[in-house]
């Protein structure tokens, strides 16, 4: 994970700096105050509340450790590239695409894997919907290749 690059658009990165900053300043303090209370509750070897206590640190700290590789190797999708690409979807390209066989039109925004959200409509440019999808133009029908079956789209409007 330390030399990966990890795809992500400025909103996503400052929504990453965001949560480390929540994490640094909030919840740790939190943390911290739950283990001195569980502590002052004297017998450490059979206390609930300092065990759940130091395991929600543990996972705070590992958060707080994965947030920082991630914001390290953070390559922000440029407005240039955006730009140019905008007659063809790309990472970072809202589309919306109608589903030849249901007749039903969604748009997805294409961001990279950290930022996905596919219930908000942020879908993971390494998907099979969204590789499928890059470099195609409005009124394009596009094939889908699925693990299940092959489904047809069509690019219907492209930001």
Avoid: C, W
């Avoid at 730009?83 to 925004?109: F, P, Q, W």
């Avoid at 998907?127 to 195609?136: E, K, Q, V």
């Amino acid at each position: 994970m330390a030399d990966e690059k990890f795809l992500v658009t400025k909103e996503g990165l400052d929504e990453l700096l965001k949560e480390q900053d929540n994490l640094i300043h909030v919840v740790r303090d939190e943390v911290i105050r739950e283990l001195q209370e569980a502590r002052a509750q004297g017998d450490l070897s059979e206390n609930a509340d300092y065990d759940a206590a130091r395991d929600r640190q543990a996972r705070v700290e590992a958060r707080i450790r994965d947030l920082e590789a991630m914001i390290a190797n953070a390559e922000i999708i440029s407005e240039d590239k955006k730009a140019a690409t905008k007659k063809t979807v790309s990472l970072g390209s809202t589309v919306t695409i109608l589903d030849m066989s249901t007749n039903e039109e969604e748009t997805y925004n294409i961001v990279g894997s950290i930022e996905a959200d596919p219930l908000n409509g942020k879908l993971s440019n390494i998907t099979p919907l969204a590789t499928s999808l890059m470099d195609h133009k409005i009124g394009d029908v596009v094939e889908i290749e699925t693990a299940e079956e092959p489904y047809q789209v069509k690019v219907i409007d492209l930001k």
